[in-house]
């Protein structure tokens, strides 16, 4: 991702804490019949104000000693990432719980991208609509994978661990830069087999930060990929239309561009918009299972 500070990662997960298993390991979980009776598994996880996984440290608010540290957390992304395999990332909030509209919404979208592009899923491994992504793609039977933040905003406390990932699939942040090279990493293209994408749901500050640093880095060229990575931006129920209003009028100002954003982006107004320009771009057909869900999930 060139000279941006865009990451942050830390310690894996407790290898003894219960977790359930995924569909896409050798033993899957129970599967469910419909995203909207899930109950999300974050409701009721264990608070804990740090937590020290084997040899690995808490993920505390503990000030770096050396640059070092930050560097080794970088490349521990980058093995996750080559273990795991390159995919979709998906930016978002982790305060839309399973009781919001939007949470259905991104479930159904994370299962028929997955199953689309066939590849591995990206998310900040939260609660919210990240949760929504972990638990849609998992439905699709591939591979999840996620780089956690310690602590989530508006949660109080700090927890290293996720209630039913797989420790081997994700990594607790510590730092946030070291966290952002690895979602960058993640989406990156350099072989035309590679389906990956950048996809950026609702969401607040920290979403809006991670998606205008992406934007810079395709602007600017130096995210790192040698083919295109498309970009998708989710303005469901036009969440995001009075933001892409204020970019129109930073046009008008001088700012930016005429028709420069619009180059860097993919606005989409709904799941079906989404789907078919990813289909476009990959040139790819949809899957007979995804135009029924596709049919049936919310506009």
Not at 32 to 43: G, I, Y
Not at 45 to 66: L, N, V
Not at 88 to 98: D, N
Not at 180 to 209: F, M, Q, Y
Request: glycine share 8%; charged share 25%; hydrophobic share 35%.
């Amino acid at each position: 991702m060139g000279s941006s500070v865009f990451c942050s990662v830390g310690s894996r997960s407790c290898p003894d804490l219960a977790r359930r298993e995924l569909p896409w390991l050798p033993s899957s979980r129970p599967r469910w019949t419909s995203s909207h009776a899930r109950v999300s598994l974050w409701e009721s996880r264990p608070r804990r104000k740090s937590i020290t996984c084997g040899q690995h440290e808490p993920t505390g608010f503990k000030e770096r000693a050396s640059p070092n540290e930050v560097r080794k957390e970088i490349n521990r992304c980058y093995e996750l990432i080559r273990r795991v395999g390159r995919g979709v990332v998906y930016l978002g909030s982790s305060r839309m719980g399973p009781g919001h509209d939007h949470y259905s919404k991104v479930f159904d979208l994370s299962f028929q991208v997955a199953k689309l592009l066939n590849c591995t899923t990206w998310s900040g491994a939260g609660p919210g609509l990240m949760d929504a992504v972990t638990m849609g793609a998992s439905d699709a039977g591939l591979p999840v994978a996620g780089l956690k933040i310690g602590k989530e905003a508006g949660e109080w406390t700090v927890s290293s661990f996720h209630p039913y990932l797989p420790a081997e699939s994700y990594l607790t942040c510590r730092f946030f830069s070291a966290r952002k090279h690895g979602l960058v990493d993640a989406a990156v293209r350099n072989r035309e087999s590679d389906r990956t994408a950048v996809i950026a749901l609702p969401g607040g500050i920290g979403t809006l930060d991670e998606m205008f640093e992406i934007m810079a880095l395709i602007q600017l060229e130096r995210i790192g990929s040698t083919l295109p990575v498309p970009f998708l931006l989710m303005n469901y129920d036009s969440f995001y239309s009075k933001l892409l209003d204020f970019l129109d009028d930073c046009v008008n100002w001088g700012t930016i561009a005429e028709g420069e954003v619009a180059s860097l982006w993919k606005v989409c107004d709904n799941n079906s918009d989404a789907l078919t320009f990813l289909s476009e771009f990959y040139n790819l057909p949809l899957d007979e299972e995804v135009v029924v869900r596709l049919q049936k999930s919310p506009k």
